[in-house]
């Protein structure tokens, strides 16, 4: 380990939008749809040398006992127009969108993320999330979902054909001079046919290779499907993993599974999604970072998250109070929708927190607080940034997704007082290396394909 040279950390902003960190009660928090809440944090990060901004996406409203849920009541916008205005006001910045593979076709997806390489200069990434929610499901013509081994060998599929259109195109196709016309090159544009479980495709794709040859994928997934997965399909694997240990075990799971697929290990980055807190001493920062996740979990929000395990009725409790008397409603899954029900069985879970609450006097709220929180970094910037270098140097992860709680402007701390520290000791860079996402992520760029067709016979992943 000491013999080995520095590991480069890579960092990306992630935009707080809906997400249930979010605190929208301070004075500072500002818009979550307006552009010019994007922009800034773009702007912030790039000027940090960030490696990437990266946007969420949510196809349906999220509901809660029949109503608009929580901090959804704002409106999700589309992901990819807010990227494709944000390539027009940075210039090195990865623009990372995430796009759903369960009920979106391979045509159109690989034509959008093709189109924003190319308009952006290289910068374009998508992030693969499959859904197994009917509720979902249900804003689509198909409808319904997938059971949980289709969806991978959906988005598997899904992806064959992505590459194999932008494979289609050569890097040089045209040929010619304005005077005397210009012309695509002979067999430099190829016809792709498919024929799979769930797609059949077939045309000539209309759009050119971008300049990194294939868009970045990312993808999150901690299942062990989702593991083959990644290690079969992606560049960036967007995990949740908050403590050191933790994040060394699924950095070796992970990465140990790329050598028989062919790959190398600085094929795939891991990169966790992370907050920080930052004080100008460590019980600042440990007090501030209480401060906020009292606000992140308000006496109502607690209550709402109770419900969704109970699956019954709790407002009648005071969320300073005891935990519910009540049992849960085994059947009852569906009182909140569009969020993932992670529980399938409540009254192990039920249990195991009462029994918490009793040992340690906490109270509905202090229980939620304390089940949600995920770690992150808490400390000045120094000890942050030794931190955050610390994981990387040391192989639990390949860097770290931002995520502030304030929008738009709760990293600018981050960006202000860690990120230069990192810069000084030789782990972060000061200018951009070059001008596409995988310039900065240290990924090879795909040659051109040569296959005209891509018949697939697809089975689950893993």
């Given at each position: ?29 500002g818009s979550q749809i307006d552009f010019a809440s994007f922009e800034h944090l773009a702007r912030r990060a790039e000027d940090a040398r960030l490696d ?92 319904g979902f997938l059971p949980y081994a289709e969806r991978y060998e959906r988005a598997a599929e899904l992806v064959a054909v992505a590459r194999a259109l ?191 609450a009793e040992a340690e006097g906490l109270s509905i709220r202090d229980l939620v607080i304390a089940v949600t929180t995920r770690g992150g970094f808490v ?84």
């Open positions: 380990m000491t013999n080995r040279p520095r590991k480069q950390i890579h960092l990306g902003a992630h935009f707080p939008g809906v997400n249930s960190t979010t605190v929208w009660t301070e004075p500072d928090s990437f901004f990266f946007l969420a996406e949510g196809l349906r409203l999220r509901e809660h006992k029949g109503e608009i849920f929580d901090l959804d009541v704002v409106g999700r916008p589309d992901t990819l127009p807010v990227l494709a205005a944000l390539a027009a006001v940075t210039d090195r910045l990865g623009l990372v969108g995430t796009i759903n593979t369960t009920f979106n076709e391979p045509w159109e997806i690989a034509r959008q993320f093709a189109t924003l390489d190319v308009l952006s200069g290289g910068r374009a990434a998508w992030n693969l999330v499959t859904s197994s929610d009917a509720f979902t499901g249900a804003n689509f013509r198909r409808g932008w494979d289609s195109w050569d890097d040089d196709a045209v040929r010619g001079d304005r005077a005397a016309g210009a012309f695509l090159r002979d067999g430099a544009v190829r016809e792709v046919e498919h024929v799979g479980k769930h797609f059949q495709v077939r045309g000539t794709f209309p759009t050119p290779r971008g300049p990194q040859g294939h868009p970045v994928l990312f993808q999150a997934g901690d299942s062990g499907d989702g593991r083959d997965f990644a290690a079969a399909t992606a560049d960036v694997v967007f995990s949740m993993h908050s403590t050191f240990e933790d994040g060394q075990a699924f950095y070796r799971d992970v990465k140990g599974r790329l050598a028989a697929l062919g790959r190398t290990e600085e094929s795939l980055k891991i990169l966790p999604a992370t907050t920080v807190v930052l004080g100008d001493t460590l019980a600042d920062a440990q007090e501030r970072a209480r401060v906020i996740r009292r606000q992140q979990v308000s006496g109502p929000g607690a209550i709402a998250f109770l419900e969704q395990v109970w699956g019954v009725d709790l407002t009648s409790y005071d969320p300073e109070g005891p935990l519910p008397d009540a049992e849960p409603d085994v059947d009852n899954a569906d009182i909140t929708r569009g969020r993932v029900r992670h529980v399938k069985d409540p009254r192990p879970v039920v249990a195991q927190w009462r029994a918490r400390g000045t910037p120094t000890q942050v940034a030794d931190d955050i270098d610390r994981a990387v140097q040391e192989d639990a992860s390949d860097g770290f997704i931002l995520v502030p709680h304030l929008t738009p402007h709760g990293l600018d701390d981050v960006l202000d007082r860690v990120v230069p520290l990192l810069q000084e000791r030789g782990s972060f860079r000061t200018e951009y290396s070059g001008p596409t996402l995988r310039h900065h992520l240290g990924l090879d760029r795909p040659a051109p394909g040569r296959t005209r067709t891509a018949h697939l016979d697809q089975q689950p992943v893993g």
